[in-house]
């Protein structure tokens, strides 16, 4: 946990405390289970950013321990998996991907970061593959033309040309087909 | 004996329907006006008479369809049907063709849905015809939790199963035109590579035989362009949603017989629980724009109608199976969530006018779409004809009382008005007899003929409580897209969650209010004349009281311990439903939020997404970001997740870089450089629900062979 708070330990304790826990966590990410391996990769990894940071004290330990740990798993990533990415992001992406594909986080925990891969999980991690969809076969859907026949000529004519007088001729009809109907109901009832 | 021909026997079919109907109304039209003889006619009768027609016409036709449906049932169902035909004697040596399951979604439960595609996998691996068959779960949410936790189930989905190359994602990033224009999205990039799709909704489950029967009857009859499936409502545990597929099982079944004796092969689509032909879907079904000045409102908001007429108007066939088995789907789990629903429907709905008149479509599909329109423009007419009624009823209790002689008071008895009442009842009831008559010899299924009856009386009861109230709501959204206020596609609840009694009396208690108030009105100028209108005020007053009791969870529990609403699905759960019951799958899904910090955080879940998202857009190879885009991303390091909204949040994740630069940066700053909100999340990472629930799964049992 996070000591940064206690009053007893040294700054310098404290930052060291801090990259510890956060390099703990950051291998508790992978799921391996193997709580030994973790401890042992942890120690392992803020020892070489201490190293670093003899060499450079500006830079800050969480930051050494953490770029250290995320070179190691490309490293460690390139060489097992025989990925040849230009981007960093999608050599640990496709490494990640097998890794969880072919189980090895569980199968083999005490090989991460630390020895190659046995040569029958390596088969099994490239044969991992990941495929959203299959091959496009474009289509053309586009909408056939319709005609909506004599209501979009009312409409059109409503919306594009509100003529007043024709509005009152409408409405003088309608009101003349009520009176007519008024009176012949009047007149059946 | 002379085999009766498919042509001329649908020509009696709609004679008869259409005459029937017709007479029914000039009866009752006949009877209101000899109802009014000898006595004043007012200004709100004329109003009266002239909706009067209308209204009637609608009971007419519902009556006729069940008489219809009964009849089909009393003989063993439609000889002359497509799935009757002499290709059932062969139907094992129908040959399938590739197929494509289509799922769109849009913010579903996510476990649900993925739960839902594994059942549909096992049935259709037992028939020994998967090879026919691919997955697609088609995505449209906007929610990036849903989002990242989509991308998660699917390949757990696809482990699990040994589904790698047979169950597909595709995440939309624009929503165009909602769930037609996800669907048209799938047939523009794959719709070459099958000749069917079976289309489901999110909720919607079919088993194997019937999807495989389905596409055998599509390639026995060529001229088929849709076949459309009944599908039944399962899985309800509240009371509205029990209610709901107990009268969907007992009374739905008659409707969609006569329907289908009438529509024979120009039927409906309900845009799930079907099978498409592909080639001439893609051809002539993409929607037309709407002929309206406002850009915003042109895209058709109800496909599924109109695509059922450019198919026929392409020359195909539609048509309902409605005895296949197998084919479900669920209900809105209470009266807030089936209004929400009836409001996008409406506006759905008034939008089809626009093909109403519109050349090439045909007569049947001319007949869906006014049936579908006076489906919710009925209420506000409803609603005026009962107003203008009172009024009309006012005026002449006045003029009896004040203007009339002794022989006035004489004419105003006339025994015309009981029978167009007696007539009107049996118009609306009949139906739910007959129902319940055909449902009667397998009462067993229901829990017993006693249940059955008692269920069926308690089920009207609820529904002459509702109607009124559905009345005013659907007068009110037809208004509203009369007035073109904006309705949104919004995700359906599907969980059987209580609403709370506040809610309930928010948005139910001024229908309360007005009951009381047109209960007193009604007293006051109508005294005992008002007791016809009785029933809906008391209707309007329970309004919030029959909201909240309708979506008890607990009284639903009650309901189905005493047999209650019981339908043959829950008596004996098929195989394909096993496990999707809220109680026993769903509902353990996952609750935490957010989960989308965990595709910047933990490994895997970033992996997924970033393959699937990189597939979709080209990486620009450590460029900079754009300056928003470096200030989200400064807002989000800093300020924690909760401090950018969903569509902020989606544009991050949308950008692959991005994505993996923040992967580093949150890992790698300082506490006081990061928001406190990222610790916890980081001590989490390890053990997050995404992976639990998705990615550490055991491996499949079976290999690929046994596909």
């Keep these: 946990m996070n000591t940064s708070s206690d009053h007893t330990v040294s700054d310098e304790q404290a930052v060291w405390n801090q990259a510890h826990d956060r390099l703990r966590d950051f291998l508790n990410s992978f799921a391996l289970g193997d709580h030994a391996q973790i401890s042992r990769l942890t120690l392992k990894l803020l020892d070489q950013a201490r190293e670093q940071h003899r060499q450079d004290p500006t830079l800050a330990p969480v930051s050494l321990a953490l770029a250290q740990a995320q070179k190691q798993t490309e490293e460690w990533f390139a060489s097992n998996l025989e990925i040849n990415s230009p981007l960093p992001s999608e050599l640990l992406a496709s490494g990640n991907l097998a890794l969880l594909l072919s189980r090895a986080f569980r199968t083999a925990p005490e090989t991460f970061?630390?020895?190659?891969?046995?040569?029958?999980?390596?088969?099994?991690?490239?044969?991992?593959?990941?495929?959203?969809g299959p091959d496009l076969q474009i289509s053309s859907m586009t909408p056939r033309a319709i005609d909506y026949g004599p209501m979009l000529d009312l409409a059109r004519t409503t919306w594009h040309r509100w003529n007043p007088r024709e509005v009152i001729t409408a409405l003088l009809f309608w009101a003349g087909v009520y009176f007519v109907f008024y009176w012949w109901l009047s007149g059946a009832l | 004996m002379t085999t009766p021909q498919p042509e001329n026997s649908a020509a009696t079919r709609r004679t008869l329907f259409i005459g029937g109907s017709t007479l029914l109304t000039v009866t009752g039209f006949a009877l209101l006006l000899h109802s009014y003889a000898g006595q004043p006619v007012f200004w709100a009768d004329y109003i009266v008479i002239v909706l009067f027609p209308l209204l009637f016409g609608q009971i007419a036709i519902g009556f006729l369809l069940a008489l219809f449906g009964f009849y089909d049932w009393l003989r063993g169902g439609d000889p002359l049907h497509l799935m009757r035909r002499p290709w059932r004697k062969n139907e094992e040596s129908v040959p399938l063709a590739a197929t494509a399951v289509v799922i769109p979604v849009f913010n579903e439960e996510v476990e649900r849905v993925s739960h839902g595609i594994e059942n549909m996998w096992n049935s259709l691996k037992k028939t020994g015809q998967m090879e026919h068959f691919d997955f697609y779960l088609c995505s449209d949410s906007n929610n990036p939790d849903r989002w990242i936790e989509e991308e998660c189930a699917w390949l757990h989905l696809c482990q699990k199963l040994n589904a790698f190359g047979k169950i597909f994602y595709r995440k939309r990033r624009h929503a165009i035109n909602s769930k037609s224009g996800n669907v048209a999205d799938f047939c523009r990039r794959w719709g070459k590579r099958y000749r069917y799709m079976v289309i489901l909704d999110a909720d919607s489950v079919m088993s194997g035989p019937t999807m495989v029967r389905l596409v055998r009857a599509m390639e026995a009859n060529p001229e088929v362009g849709i076949l459309q499936t009944q599908p039944a409502m399962v899985l309800g545990r509240s009371p509205f949603r029990r209610l709901l597929q107990y009268s969907n099982s007992v009374y739905g079944k008659i409707f969609s017989q006569g329907c289908s004796m009438v529509q024979r092969s120009s039927g409906s689509y309900w845009g799930h629980n079907a099978v498409i032909r592909i080639a001439p879907f893609i051809e002539h079904c993409d929607l037309p724009m709407l002929p309206v000045p406002d850009p915003g409102k042109r895209h058709v908001l109800s496909h599924d109608t109109i695509e059922a007429a450019l198919m026929q108007r392409a020359g195909y066939e539609v048509w309902v199976a409605y005895d296949e088995p197998d084919s479900y789907e669920e209900g809105p789990p209470n009266m807030s969530d089936m209004l929400k629903r009836d409001r996008r429907w409406c506006a759905g709905n008034l939008q089809h006018f626009w093909f109403l008149f519109a050349r090439g479509i045909e007569m049947g599909n001319r007949l869906q779409i006014w049936i579908g329109l006076m489906a919710y423009l009925c209420s506000p007419i409803w609603l005026i004809f009962l107003i203008a009624g009172s009024i009309g009823s006012y005026d002449r209790a006045r003029f009896l009382a004040f203007s009339a002689g002794p022989e006035d008071l004489e004419s105003g008895q006339h025994a015309e008005a009981p029978i167009l009442f007696i007539t009107t009842m049996v118009l609306l009831f009949l139906p739910r007899v007959l129902g319940i008559a055909s449902a009667l010899p397998q009462a067993r299924k229901y829990g017993g003929a006693f249940h059955l009856l008692l269920s069926s009386v308690i089920e009207t009861a609820f529904s002459v409580l509702i109607a009124p109230v559905l009345m005013l709501f659907h007068s009110f959204f037809v208004l509203q897209a009369i007035l073109g206020w904006q309705?949104?596609?919004?995700?359906?609840?599907?969980?059987?969650?209580?609403?709370?009694?506040?809610?309930?009396?928010?948005?139910?208690?001024w229908q309360s209010l007005l009951g009381l108030g047109a209960q007193l009105l009604a007293w006051y100028f109508l005294g005992y004349n008002s007791y016809w209108l009785s029933l809906i005020f008391i209707a309007w007053v329970l309004a919030p009281l029959t909201a909240w009791m309708t979506s008890s969870r607990r009284l639903g529990e009650k309901l189905c311990a005493w047999g209650l609403f019981a339908i043959p699905q829950e008596l004996e759960i098929p195989e394909v439903l096993e496990g999707l019951a809220t109680e026993d799958g769903p509902e353990q899904a996952i609750v935490l939020s957010p989960l989308w910090p965990q595709a910047l955080l933990c490994p895997y879940v970033q992996a997924v997404h970033l393959s699937m998202v990189r597939q979709r857009t080209s990486s620009r190879n450590g460029a900079k970001p754009a300056s928003s885009l470096a200030n989200l991303r400064e807002r989000?390091?800093?300020?924690?997740?909760?401090?950018?909204?969903?569509?902020?949040?989606?544009?991050?994740?949308?950008?692959?870089?991005?994505?993996?630069w923040l992967h580093k940066q949150l890992w790698s700053l300082p506490d006081s450089e990061l928001h406190t909100s990222w610790r916890s999340l980081q001590s989490d990472c390890g053990d997050n629900d995404l992976l639990r629930h998705y990615l550490i799964v055991e491996p499949p049992q079976d290999g690929p062979d046994s596909l």
């Design chain 1, 113 to 132: 970061l630390t020895a190659p891969l046995p040569e029958k999980l390596k088969e099994s991690i490239h044969q991992a593959l990941l495929v959203t």
């Design chain 2, 487 to 509: 309705t949104k596609w919004t995700t359906q609840n599907r969980a059987d969650t209580s609403l709370p009694l506040l809610h309930c009396l928010k948005l139910y208690g």
């Design chain 2, 636 to 660: 989000l390091i800093q300020q924690g997740a909760a401090a950018l909204d969903k569509r902020e949040i989606m544009r991050l994740l949308w950008d692959p870089e991005t994505v993996f």
